[in-house]
T-cell receptor, first 114, second 111 residues
Framework: GENVEQHPSTLSVQEGDSAVIKCTYS??????FPWYKQELGKRPQLIID?????GEKKDQRIAVTLNKTAKHFSLHITETQPEDSAVYFC?????????????FGRGTSLIVHP | DAGITQSPRHKVTETGTPVTLRCHQT?????MYWYRQDPGHGLRLIHY???????DKGEVSDGYSVSRSKTEDFLLTLESATSSQTSVYFC??????????FGPGTRLTVL
């Protein structure tokens, strides 16, 4: 099955700095890569996603890059703000038979200091 | 938030008792999932469903069973709860290979 490694487990930055979270995956059949943000005590919510036919995607201060050859993808947050503090999860989604079952990384706790 | 609810939201039970958690959706999405979330482990898949009466195991399915008799409901049952099943349980829904929408979570404590 799919295996997703996520690093770092904790990331501490100053407000205004950039933050980068990296994930690697093992199954070359994976073709959908979402990122979720989970604030303390809340449910995970999608912030950005990328499909395997695209190398990069941006949405305001966040961007995701994908390297299919190396099987890794990264989340980039620029001009970080205190409200960016949360746990971020990456996932890789291969097709298993007729089903799409995401495998999640273990999460990165991002702390943005004012 | 997508139309997805979980009940109960909090439950405290004793070792050896049966527990059923309910996930209800109003989005008519095909896929439904049960995850458990524990510190340091992220989101681990327990079981998932790809249609009415169609379910399959995830990576941590031991001690859990599921049922889906209607599109909108996905039940997770702990036949005999153990302390290792103390966790936060999230239900999620999706349509094909797209974004998952998560429920609000159920905090289960097994004493």
């Amino acid at each position: 099955g799919e295996n997703v490694e996520q690093h770092p487990s904790t990331l501490s930055v100053q407000e205004g700095d950039s933050a980068v979270i990296k994930c690697t995956y093992s199954d070359s059949a994976s073709n959908y890569f979402p990122w979720y943000k989970q604030e303390l005590g809340k449910r995970p919510q999608l912030i950005i996603d990328i499909r395997s036919n695209v190398g990069e995607k941006k949405d305001q201060r966040i961007a995701v890059t994908l390297n299919k050859t190396a099987k890794h993808f990264s989340l980039h947050i620029t001009e970080t703000q205190p409200e960016d503090s949360a746990v971020y999860f990456c996932a890789a989604t291969p097709r298993a038979g007729g089903s799409y079952i995401p495998t999640f990384g273990r999460g990165t706790s991002l702390i943005v200091h004012p | 938030d997508a139309g997805i609810t979980q009940s109960p939201r909090h439950k405290v039970t004793e070792t050896g008792t049966p527990v059923t958690l309910r996930c209800h959706q109003t989005e008519n999405h095909r896929y439904m999932y049960w995850y458990r979330q524990d510190p340091g482990h992220g989101l681990r898949l327990i079981h998932y469903s790809y249609g009415v009466k169609d379910t399959d195991k995830g990576e941590v399915s031991d001690g859990y069973s599921v049922s889906r008799s209607k599109t909108e409901d996905f039940l997770l049952t702990l036949e005999s709860a153990t302390s290792s099943q103390t966790s936060v349980y999230f239900c999620a829904i999706s349509e094909s290979q797209n974004e998952q929408f998560f429920g609000p979570g159920t905090r289960l404590t097994v004493l």
